[in-house]
């Protein structure tokens, strides 16, 4: 059993370092060394840790290269994923890290006003694999441990923060069909990393 696809890569961290050191320069006003911080924070060696996570199925990788067969949406719950308060209380409780692989996460409005404030640097176009890798790799989300579409429900015991990486490469799949221990039976790591909030509700001219 493991924790997660593939062992984190010392780049995701150290764009986490530079990406938080982004956040203060923007906050400061220091617009051209933030700017400068994004680009060195778009690595090479991440993207290509996400595309052997994120692309295709893999046997070394995934334990598996079909899908999965999952249940008629009528047998689901209807709900998919509770109000924004209630994710924010689930991140805050893992540190915003990965309750997987224990990267970073950054929160998606922090994100999206960095995209609006430096388009160029972070590269959001339409083909997933060409945008900012760590923006991309790192954001956060809610996973169901017992996924939605396998009779997961929507309670809070059965969400965990995830990477984008863990949370799109598991996909459908359970935790016993990839191999993974219960992220939920470890402790989170909650070590003063805020997933980047401070810039949720910035105001700076763009």
């Known amino acids: 059993m493991r924790n997660s696809f593939l062992e984190p890569i010392a780049e995701l961290d150290l764009a986490a370092k530079l990406l938080d050191a982004a956040a203060d320069a923007l906050m400061l006003g220091?617009?051209?060394?933030?700017?400068?911080?994004?680009?060195r924070a778009d690595r090479p060696e991440i993207l290509s840790y996400t595309l052997r996570i994120c692309s295709k199925l893999s046997e070394d990788v995934h334990c598996q290269t079909k899908l999965p067969r999952t249940l008629p949406r009528e047998a689901r719950a209807e709900a998919r994923m509770p109000p924004k308060e209630t994710q924010y209380s689930i991140f805050w409780r893992d540190g915003w890290r990965c309750r997987y692989c224990g990267t970073k996460v950054i929160s998606r409005a922090a994100r999206k006003n960095l995209i609006t404030i430096f388009p160029e640097q972070t590269k959001?176009?339409?083909?997933?694999?060409?945008?900012?890798?760590a923006l991309y790799a790192m954001a956060a989300s809610l996973d169901h441990v017992v996924p939605h579409s396998?009779?997961?429900k929507n309670e809070l015991s059965n969400f965990v923060t995830a990477c984008y990486c863990c949370q799109f490469g598991r996909g459908q799949f359970t935790l016993e069909e990839v191999q993974f221990n219960d992220p939920l039976q470890h402790p989170p790591i909650v070590a003063g990393?805020?997933?980047l909030t401070r810039l949720d509700r910035y105001k700076g001219a763009p």
């Open 30 to 39: 220091f617009r051209d060394l933030a700017a400068l911080l994004i680009v």
């Open 124 to 133: 959001w176009v339409a083909k997933e694999f060409q945008r900012h890798s």
């Open 150 to 152: 396998r009779g997961g």
């Open 193 to 195: 990393w805020d997933g």
